[in-house]
């Protein structure tokens, strides 16, 4: 907010107090959704419990706070909070205030494109909203990411991602085609990733896998099922590299493509400017029209 109106006071431009506002407000939603991801995690990290041998129960990602403490229940309340204002109301605004623009046909004025120009720029005309897609996924994989029992978070986060990863091929929401394949390999990496950690937990190494078989059952068929979870975990985890090279790729390609447009409307303006002076320029009545 300070930035822009020092920017509006150097053009000799006085911002009104609305302006000012909205400008602050689309800022703050810009940074809380750069860090939506990891601000999802720390919050709804204060409800898990994890319980001791003796029978207490202690914050799993923080051991020294006991649940159900003074220091717990102040945790609990302020993550209550977060999640309540800053998780759902600031993206429930940002996408109101862009519903709002396209409902009045204000989209592409200025002040719209200055505030909220990044929510949808990228995104083909019938899927303006489709950043409201991309941050319910976030918010349910940060929110899975803090169950306790490993499998079940793993295979919620598998049938989330599949459900996502069906969407994003059948819409192809982004203008770029190659920002189109990024988020589809992204969407795949971690799908391959989560089944690579669901397949070596807790291990699938022969001593960890003995306990789980009988007497003299090892040389049978407990350890053929334990090379056959080694070999799926091992191309897993193969498939999921694979794919954050393409993704990184991709992106490296993005990044050119957005250079090169940058620079060729750069020159596109440039060269409208020249003409234009040129015929201010040349003087005369047929210059002066």
Not at 54 to 70: F, K, N, P
Not at 237 to 266: H, M, N, P, W, Y
Not at 282 to 287: A, I, Q
Request: neutral net charge.
């Amino acid at each position: 907010g300070l930035i822009h109106a020092t920017r509006a006071l150097l053009r000799n431009e006085a911002p009104s107090a609305v302006e000012l506002g909205q400008t602050v407000a689309a800022h703050f939603v810009l940074i809380t959704l750069t860090v939506f991801h990891t601000l999802t995690i720390r919050c709804f990290q204060a409800f898990a419990c994890t319980a001791l041998p003796d029978g207490a129960r202690y914050m799993t990602h923080l051991i020294s706070v006991e649940c159900g403490s003074d220091t717990h229940m102040l945790v609990v309340a302020l993550s209550s909070l977060y999640i309540a204002f800053v998780l759902v109301l600031t993206p429930a605004y940002s996408f109101l205030a862009l519903r709002r623009h396209v409902r009045d046909q204000t989209l592409h004025s200025p002040l719209a494109k200055q505030m909220w120009g990044w929510m949808h720029v990228s995104f083909e005309a019938e899927w303006k909203l489709w950043e409201a897609v991309m941050l319910l996924r976030r918010f349910i994989v940060a929110l899975l990411s803090v169950l306790e029992t490993p499998l079940i978070k793993g295979a919620l986060t598998i049938v989330t991602l599949t459900g996502m990863l069906a969407a994003q091929v059948w819409a192809r929401p982004f203008i770029n085609a190659r920002v189109d394949q990024l988020d589809f390999c992204s969407i795949c990496g971690t799908i391959l990733f989560t089944l690579f950690g669901m397949l070596l937990y807790p291990d699938i190494t022969d001593q960890a896998q003995r306990w789980g078989c009988a007497e003299g059952e090892w040389e049978g068929p407990c350890r053929s099922e334990t090379t056959v979870k080694a070999i799926v975990a091992v191309l897993a985890l193969a498939l999921a590299l694979l794919t954050i090279g393409v993704s990184l790729a991709l992106a490296f390609c993005v990044f050119l493509e957005t250079r090169t447009s940058k620079q060729a409307s750069r020159l596109i303006y440039l060269g409208f400017k020249e003409q234009g002076e040129a015929v201010l320029g040349s003087g005369g009545s047929e210059g002066a029209v």
